[in-house]
C-alpha cells in the first residue's frame, strides 16, 4: 500500500522563477492538503482539495495556487518566487467523510524548495 | 483565533527516563487535537488524536496525552523513552473544515 509519495524531494529555483511540486495520495484517499514548513517552524496550511475544486485555504497570497486531478492527485504551483518562499513543503492526504476530522492525515516526506 | 503552543523549544531526556511534552491550545468549540512526530528528513506521523470521550487517549509507539479542558491543554507522555524516539512532536488542532493548526514543535534529545 503506497503511501503519499511527492516529487521532486529537492529543488532549487531562483528569486521570480515559478515552480510546481507534485504529490500523489495515498491510495484510496480522496482529499489532498498542502502545508509549508520553514525552518524551525511547524506546518502552515495552504490549501485543501477535494472534488478538483478548493476548499479551503490558509493565509497565503494569491502567487500559490493548486490543483487536483480526477485521480486525486495534486500539484502545487508557486509563482514569482521570493526568498521567503524556501520551506518544506508537505503534503497530506485523508478521506473525507463529512466534515469531520476521523480521518487522519497522512503525510508525504515533503519537497525542500530552496530559492535563491 | 485558534492557536497551538508548545512551550518548550527542545527537551533533553535520558534513555528510560520519562517524557511528558507540553501543549496548549486556543479554540472556540470542543478541539480536535492531535500530536504528530516528525524524524529528519521524513514526513508528520500521527501518534495519536482526541475528539471526545475518555480524556486519556493512547497512541502508537507507547504514547499517551491527557486532554485538560480547563487548562486548554494537551499534554503527551511516554513512561520511559527509547532513543528512537529522538524526533520533533508537533501538537495541533483541527480548526473546522480539514484544516489543521500546528505548534511550532518540541526537539526531543535522548542521550544515553
Known amino acids: 500500500d503506497a503511501g503519499v509519495t511527492q516529487s521532486p524531494t529537492h529543488l532549487i529555483k531562483t528569486r521570480g522563477q515559478q515552480v510546481t511540486l507534485r504529490c500523489s495520495p495515498k491510495?484510496?484517499?480522496?482529499?489532498v492538503s498542502w502545508y509549508q514548513q520553514a525552518l524551525g517552524q511547524g506546518p502552515q496550511f495552504i490549501f485543501q482539495y477535494y472534488e478538483e475544486e478548493e476548499r479551503q485555504r490558509g493565509n497565503f497570497p494569491d502567487r500559490f495556487s493548486g490543483h487536483q486531478f480526477p485521480n486525486y492527485s495534486s500539484e502545487l504551483n508557486v509563482n514569482a518566487l521570493l526568498l521567503g518562499d524556501s520551506a518544506l513543503y508537505l503534503c497530506?492526504?485523508?478521506?473525507?467523510?463529512?466534515?469531520?476530522?476521523?480521518?487522519?492525515?497522512?503525510f508525504g516526506n515533503g519537497t525542500r524548495l530552496t530559492v535563491t | 483565533a485558534q492557536s497551538v503552543t508548545q512551550p518548550d523549544i527542545h527537551i533533553t531526556v535520558s534513555e528510560g527516563a520519562s517524557l511528558e511534552l507540553r501543549c496548549n491550545y486556543s479554540?472556540?468549540?470542543?478541539?480536535?487535537l492531535f500530536w504528530y512526530v516528525q524524524s529528519p528528513g521524513q514526513g508528520l506521523q500521527l501518534l495519536l488524536k482526541?475528539?471526545?470521550?475518555?480524556?486519556l487517549v493512547q497512541g502508537i509507539k507507547g504514547f499517551e496525552a491527557e486532554f485538560k479542558r480547563s487548562q486548554s491543554s494537551f499534554n503527551l507522555r511516554k513512561p520511559s523513552v527509547h532513543w528512537s524516539d529522538a524526533a520533533e512532536y508537533f501538537c495541533?488542532?483541527?480548526?473546522?473544515?480539514?484544516?489543521?493548526?500546528f505548534g511550532a514543535g518540541t526537539r526531543l534529545f535522548v542521550k544515553a
Open positions: 491510495s484510496g484517499h480522496d482529499t
Open positions: 482526541y475528539f471526545s470521550g475518555d480524556t
Open positions: 479554540y472556540g468549540a470542543t478541539p480536535y
Open positions: 497530506a492526504s485523508s478521506l473525507r467523510e463529512g466534515a469531520s476530522y476521523n480521518s487522519p492525515l497522512h
Open positions: 495541533a488542532v483541527g480548526a473546522g473544515g480539514f484544516k489543521t493548526i
